[in-house]
């Protein structure tokens, strides 16, 4: 696979779906990639990364930012409280916004840094105990609560489980999303994100289908 690859497939998923043609980003997920695999995306002219972690972002791409110019920069895995303002600075768009000392956070920072990234809500549609993500039955509450600390809300996003059809998960995510008048679905990974695209995903997350495996 490479980068070139899948983003034709997701421009062939998007006239497949009736999208609009480029109304999905495509993130390139560089976490635990050799940095010469995500050179090599830099130099094609790939600008979109998302990473898991606030400290592995910070170890590098704030140098490639300086020798490659403006990196939309996303945050997909779980984040720590006593990381918020670390992240905040850091990344342009958050995906893992999940409760509500979180969003507090959010809120008290952005006055203090004069911004705020973007942020999606995480749903745990599989309502699965070891992942994080608000629980669907809790999703219009927490939106509203954000909605009202005035956070920049993109959207929702999800990880469906491993082992079931991600399409269920994904129907899900855009009805939530559509009964609270959201337009973000971060939604599809390297196995998934056609599908995903078909339910209306906004933004897919495609690591390893682009980079090769992880390690
Ligand atoms: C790692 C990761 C991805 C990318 O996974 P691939 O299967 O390599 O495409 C997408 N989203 C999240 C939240 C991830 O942690």
Same mark, same amino acid.
């Given at each position: 696979m490479s980068l070139e690859s899948i983003r034709n497939r997701v421009r062939a998923a998007e006239r497949q779906a009736g999208r609009t043609p480029e109304s999905v980003t495509l993130?390139?997920?560089?976490?635990?990639?050799?940095?010469?695999?995500?050179?090599?995306?830099?130099?094609?002219?790939?600008?979109?990364?998302?990473?898991?972690?606030?400290?592995?972002?910070?170890?590098?791409?704030?140098?490639?930012?300086?020798?490659?110019?403006?990196?939309?920069?996303?945050?997909?895995?779980?984040?720590?409280?006593n990381k918020t303002r670390q992240a905040m600075e850091l990344f342009d768009v958050i995906h893992s916004l999940d409760r509500p000392k979180l969003a507090r956070g959010f809120a008290r920072l952005a006055q203090d840094l004069g911004r705020c990234p973007s942020l999606f809500i995480q749903i745990n549609t599989g309502a699965e105990p070891q992942k994080a993500g608000v629980l669907p039955d809790a999703a219009d509450a927490f939106i509203h609560e954000a909605r009202g600390m005035d956070l920049? #809300?993109? !959207? =929702?996003?999800?990880?469906?489980?491993? @082992?079931?059809?991600? +399409?269920?998960?994904?129907?899900?995510?855009?009805?939530?999303?559509?009964?609270?008048? #959201?337009? !973000? =679905?971060?939604?599809?990974?390297?196995? @998934?994100?056609?599908? +995903?695209i078909a339910c209306g995903a906004t933004h897919v997350r495609v690591g390893s289908a682009i980079f090769g495996a992880r390690g």
């Open positions: 993130i390139a997920v560089s976490k635990e990639q050799p940095p010469e695999r995500v050179l090599d995306t830099l130099a094609l002219g790939h600008r979109i990364y998302g990473e898991n972690r606030v400290q592995e972002a910070a170890g590098k791409w704030p140098e490639w930012r300086a020798e490659f110019g403006p990196i939309e920069l996303h945050l997909l895995g779980p984040l720590q409280s920049p #809300l993109a !959207g =929702l996003m999800c990880i469906p489980p491993v @082992d079931e059809d991600p +399409a269920g998960h994904f129907r899900m995510l855009a009805a939530i999303a559509a009964r609270n008048g #959201l337009d !973000g =679905l971060s939604m599809g990974m390297s196995d @998934d994100f056609e599908t +995903a």
